[in-house]
């Protein structure tokens, strides 16, 4: 539980080539400083890749350096765009010169290309702003202004009356006026043409995007609720000396900021919204409306409030799609967009009486996966149409049917087109649930071609010229170390084959003591669900098996750990280890929700937070008992967040299978949690009580039999300490006396002193040892 980069190492994170493919860049800490360094490594290619010792970065040099590429290259990939400290800059790909392209003291940002490739276009907060390569000339695109326009003066009709009076008595008034009013046409005709003023009133801006052509602005506009009410955090350990208070979030069910979608037409002079009502089922009830007893009847079709994110343009600019999410986040459409006349088209709509979600598939503030490929007709996506998360293609002028480009029972985590568009480079599960690898595939489907070999996950970053690859990678026992591998170019007489070297590694980063324990592989199980379903899960078995067991739940909801992959549970792992050597015998499901196993699994908690989430641990705990030896009555259940909730439930609702329990940062009520996580999964409290009543475990504390600590930050401006707080005095009511909580005075959701850290878990070490 000590400080990580002292005894444990740092590994790698963030790689990143140069423009030219022959550096690797990439964070790193192996001298325990306090931070991470920017380190080098520089590869020579001769009859095999050679690659040099890493290097760290001056910090001299690391202030010239471009920052990582982005996808602000022009079409050709020989040029680049780059912000760096608030500046743009652009760079010659073969040669490495670079040019500075302003340089001010307002931030500038997001960098493209125009449509012609002869001018940028970037942001400078919060408007759009082009330069001219050639000429560098400067101009100004749009005119956003914050608050409202002021008004004109209105005169009262005494006021005309006495006006006009004065220009009919006096000859001299009346020419002074029209000698005025010329000079005031001259002035205006003369004046050169600016972008109309928009003013934003008291809404918020979001993606002021340009057309390649540069005629149009899109920008979407946001309104806060008014009465929606921000919970507050007390932070009682200040430097002040006082209580301060902690900003935090609202909590689900409060009014949700209104949006809208416009338009900035330069050659019209018009800004105009976007009507979604006419959207094929914008205005759809859901399904669960139907079982709320107490649902008011309401027969007429109202259109839902949508986000519009987007739009995605094709390169020659003729074509551009926009991606519509209802607020509800049950349906998803994509739709092809004129600006020129606001006409949306629909090409896919998915509809989940659940939720929409999945790897690629973008959220309320992005449109997810998605570009043109080089016919600037077909569009790519991914949808979880069939159940997975997979990739879709359809024509968008035609507007034909869409074509699926990967199946099977496995996710399309990652997507990335070739610079020709004639191939997508893919990550996928679809070897094993529990590992990752990288894949190169025709664009219009057909054979993956696997470009990584180990077993784990491998995050693969592809340099800019295609032909190497650098993963990060790391193995269930092993920690995440960085490797480069060279791939082969495809030949012209077999285009789908493609060869990869033996991967080089890059970087050692575990220090002796880390090494000097044998750190368990844990065995990958499967378990049958009570529902017929199959569980995958991390076994860990002692030498000397003595019956008592630990149940561990992970955290986040939709998050994967029973995989083959350096967990980013590090600390409970190596907890599992000590527990191992102590006799326990450990288990670490993928219950229900988690991510990696398609749409069913993630959406199998549903109005029902604590039901097959919460029966797959339960029937894990009997398949402990039926093939492990475990003694059906020494089983403890822990886990932080998400896995403090369930095993709240655990203990109060199964009382009879859990002898004892940790409850790390619980959600206690869902009720008091964010909007945005829960109404996805139990709708909103005030429409759909039911699920929040039978999905929050302080309505059930009477169960509690077992054994139960409870662990929270008080600072926890996630799951607010409140949560536990609330629940100490129900359990206080109920005259139970068999828990405890430990309070963290200067701690989040995420402990960061080693001292709390081996607290709580010295806490739920001798929570096990004397109850089981």
Known sequence: MQDPKVWMGTSPSNPYWSDDSKTLYFDWNPD???????????????????????????????????????????RAHTQRLFERQGDIYWIDVKTGRIRQLTNTVEMEANPVFSGDEQRVIFRRTPNLFSINLQSGELMQLTDFRTGAKKAEPKLTDEEKFLKQDQL????????????????????????????????????????????????????????NATNAKN??????????????????????????????????DSVKDTVRAVSVKDIPGIGDKPEYLKTVANAKPDTAKKTRPVTVNGPVWSEDGKLCVVVVRSQDNKDRWIMRFEPETLKLTLLDRQHDEAWIGGPGIGNANSPGNMGFLADNQTLWFQSEADGYSHLYSINVLAGGQKKQLTSGKFEVQQVLPSKDKAYFFLQTNEV?????????????????????????????TLSPDETRLAIRYSSSNQPWELYVTELGLPSAAAKKTLASSAPIKLTSSQTENFKSYPWREATLVTIPASDGQTIYARLYKPERPTGKSVVFVHGAGYLQNAHKWWS??????????????????????????????????RTGIYRFMGGKDLTDHVDAAKWLVQTQGVDANRIGIYGGSYGGFITLMAMFTTPDVFKAGAALRPVTDWAAYNHPYTANILNEPQLDSLSYRRSSPIYFAEGLKGYLLICHGMVDVNVHFQDTVRLMQRLIELKKDNWEVAAYPMEDHGFVEPSSWTDEYKRILKLFEERL
């Open 231 to 264: 919970a507050q955090v007390p932070t009682y350990v200040t430097e002040s000396g006082y209580t301060e208070e902690l900003p935090a979030r609202t909590k689900v069910g409060a009014p949700l900021a209104s949006q809208e979608f416009f338009v900035y």
């Open 32 to 74: 325990k400083n306090k931070s991470d360094s920017l380190y080098k490594v520089t590869f020579t290619t001769g009859k095999t890749l050679t690659a040099s010792q890493p290097q760290k970065v001056s910090p001299a040099d690391r202030r010239l350096l471009p920052t990582e590429p982005i996808a602000a290259f022009n």
């Open 168 to 223: 009919r008595l006096s000859t001299v008034l009346k020419e002074r006026k029209a000698k005025k009013d010329e000079a005031d046409r001259i002035s205006k005709a003369d004046k050169p043409k600016r972008p109309k003023e928009i003013y934003l009133d008291d809404k918020q801006l979001f993606n002021p995007q340009a057309s390649p052509d540069g005629r149009f602005v899109t920008y979407r506009l946001s309104k």
């Open 568 to 601: 980013q549970y590090f600390r409970e792992y190596m907890f599992h280890n000590l527990l191992v050597d102590k006799g326990y015998t450990v288990l670490d499901i993928d219950y229900r929700a988690s991510a990696g196993y398609g749409r069913d699994w």
């Open 432 to 460: 094993h649930p529990g590992e990752q690898h990288f894949y190169r595939m025709a664009v219009n489907g057909g054979e993956r071609v696997r470009l990584t070999t180990m077993t784990g996950a491998n995050e693969a």
